[in-house]
């Protein structure tokens, strides 16, 4: 679905000037998930390898393309998954010490969206509370 949302607005930018391209990933693409999705990571890693190229090869033509990477979202779906055990268990590893709200990544898209990140293009934006950057500096250890 990506690829062919980019397939077919990507000409409508270019036509129109240029714009801004937003694909949203996942935080696994990036680090792996604590729980076999094996589907799920490897659609999101193609979805990061597929914005950073579309975002070098129309950058010249004033289209900007990037990844977002939310961490764990506060919604429905994630209440159904984790009961309050789990839940627990899992924010240990959010250094905010709590899972984002849906406001805090459509703030975080609305920024890539804006003038304000004209010079953000082919790059991963993650919104994750600090999980990753927790990660790596455990990796450093």
Same mark, same amino acid.
């Given at each position: ?28 693409a990036a ?16 979805? &990061? ?7 070098? +090869?129309? $950058?010249? %033509?004033? !289209?900007? =393309?990037?990844?977002?990477?939310? @961490?764990?979202?506060?919604?429905? &779906? ?7 055990? +789990?839940? $627990?268990? %899992?924010? !240990?590893? =959010?250094?905010?010490?709590?899972? @984002? ?13 804006s003038d304000? $990140? ?10 994750? @509370? ?12």
């Amino acid at each position: 679905s990506v690829f062919l949302c980019c397939k077919h607005g990507i000409p409508h930018l270019l036509e129109s000037g240029g714009g801004s391209v937003i694909n949203t990933a996942s935080l696994v693409a990036a680090m792996g998930s604590a729980a076999s999705q094996i589907a799920y990571t490897a659609s999101k890693g193609g979805v &990061l390898a597929l914005s950073r190229e579309l975002g070098v +090869e129309f $950058a010249k %033509r004033g !289209v900007r =393309v990037n990844a977002i990477s939310p @961490g764990p979202v506060e919604t429905p &779906l994630l209440a159904e998954l984790f009961d309050p055990d +789990e839940k $627990a268990r %899992r924010l !240990v590893h =959010v250094p905010r010490g709590y899972f @984002g709200a849906p406001m805090e990544i459509a703030e975080a898209v609305a920024f890539l969206a804006s003038d304000a $990140a004209s010079y953000v293009n082919a790059t991963d934006f993650k919104v994750d @509370g600090g999980i990753h950057g927790a990660y790596v500096t455990a990796l450093d250890e």
